[in-house]
């Protein structure tokens, strides 16, 4: 049963670029959310996409965005990297009928020097 | 506002001394209280849902409980592949992937 798969592992930007992180949800799962964790917190929901649309968006601007493609995996993208941009990106996946719980991949650590 | 605490920030522990983490939580309607475990540089990994107070959940070394505005887990005579951080989270609306984290805290236990 694959678990939540995100791509790439680890990458470094230089501060005003623009970067894609990708993941592919739980095996039967059909909805994918993102979040940001910096070093020592608890992580922060950027949003959720369910059918292709964003469904719920957390207080993050918009140099966030995202996708989600027919086979429910997901892009997020953040254009204009500042250095505060550094975190751990986590995607997590649900199946939306079942309601609950969420279960979050390995993660992708950006670092924006 | 949605709100999540958890204390203490650190604990260290020495192998078989057994103690509890706290999380506070203050929320406008529960919809499932979380814990999670995450090891150092890797995602967090599911432990518990509690959704009413009373509610008690157990996993090995662990057993997760639930009040009106706390929750508790316990753990009993750890060992030091416990070692990690624990989150606790709560939905935030009806549904979906919305979920409030507290900051964690770090555990350590020694041999």
């Known amino acids: 049963d694959a678990g939540v798969t995100q791509s790439p592992t680890h990458l470094i930007k230089t501060r005003g670029q623009q970067v894609t992180l990708r993941c592919s949800p739980k095996s039967g799962h059909d909805t994918v959310s993102w979040y940001q964790q910096a070093l020592g917190q608890g992580p922060q929901f950027i949003f959720q996409y369910y059918e292709e649309e964003e469904r719920q968006r957390g207080n993050f601007p918009d140099r966030f965005s995202g996708h989600q493609f027919p086979n429910y995996s997901s892009e997020l993208n953040v254009n204009a990297l500042l250095l505060g941009d550094s975190a751990l990106y986590l995607c997590?996946?649900?199946?939306?009928?079942?309601?609950?719980?969420?279960?979050f991949g390995e993660g992708s650590w950006l670092t924006v020097v | 506002e949605d709100q999540v605490t958890q204390s203490p920030e650190a604990l260290r522990l020495q192998e078989g001394e057994s103690s509890s983490l706290n999380c506070s939580y203050t929320?406008?309607?529960?919809?499932?209280l979380f814990w999670y475990r995450q090891d150092p540089g890797k995602g967090p990994e599911f432990l518990f849902t509690?959704?009413?107070a009373g509610e008690e959940k157990e996993k090995e070394r662990l057993k997760a409980t639930l009040t009106k505005k706390e929750s508790f887990l316990h753990i009993t005579a750890p060992k030091p592949e416990d070692s990690a951080t624990y989150l606790c989270a709560v939905r935030r609306g009806v549904y979906g992937q919305n979920f409030v984290f507290g900051p964690g805290t770090r555990l350590s236990v020694l041999p």
């Open positions: 997590a996946s649900s199946l939306k009928s079942s309601g609950n719980t969420i279960y």
């Open positions: 509690l959704y009413s």
């Open positions: 929320v406008s309607g529960l919809r499932g």
